[in-house]
């Protein structure tokens, strides 16, 4: 396993890594800059299939993040990637919004709710009962199940609310058929990342704050892995998985140096 001084490229989260509720966290806009500066290979990789890149890009920069459209790498990008290398040219019935509709088209897919050969569910804010109906009869009628990421639910200020998981499991139920989940934890998105950039799992850093997402499938596909504590995670939630990252960090100002930290070395 790499120490962080031999990384040469880097994977981080968003959400809780580089920004809390539109916030830039400390430290995030210095390690940005000194990847960019040094010229180091980085995405920065979210679960969210709402968004296109470009929105993403948009909103890091009104949180005084500068991360280019072409450093970002969402679920809905890496399913699409994914159904792109299984059938060129398909077709999908689409739950979702503009980040995965986007990302789809963008791959040649055609969307259809006429016999497709996918039923893709991504997040979106506007589940329809009619829509799920079609995903059930089309998925009972032979297209494939297909679903961005697996997050149960996604905050909001007013609290949890239903997210990509949730819409897939009452399709499980009533078609009996689990979706193949793109996102994190699946390695797959992490690969489809690295591939990206031209990244080798043998000196590429991951940086999450879930241990169930980040930390897994960084483990699983390879990677140095660094956890910070300024998202979800505390002792008592790293305490329950029988794996540990590589690295734990109050948050990615301790990344700055380049020299490795040997006290959190773990």
Known sequence: MARRDEIECWLTDMDGVLVHENQALPGAAELLQQWTDAGTPFLVLTNNSIFTPRDLSARLRASGLNVPEDRIWTSALATADFLKS???????????????????????????????????????RNYSFEAITKAIRLILGGARFISTNPDATGPSKDGPTPATGAISALITK?????????????????????????????????????MDTDIV?????????????TGISDETEINRYPFRPDEIVAGVHELLSTEPIESDEI
């Open 86 to 124: 299984q059938v060129s040219g398909g077709t999908a019935f689409v739950i979702g919004e503009v980040g995965i509709t986007t990302a789809l088209h963008e791959a040649g897919f055609i969307m259809t709710e006429t016999d497709p050969d996918y039923v893709v569910v991504g997040e979106t």
């Open 217 to 229: 499938a960084g483990m699983e596909a390879g990677l140095h892995t660094i956890l910070v504590m």
């Open 174 to 210: 009533a078609t009996g058929m689990e979706p193949y989940v793109v996102g994190k934890p699946n390695p797959m998105m992490f690969r489809s990342a690295m591939n990206k950039i031209g990244a080798h799992s043998e000196n590429t850093g991951m940086i999450g704050d879930r």
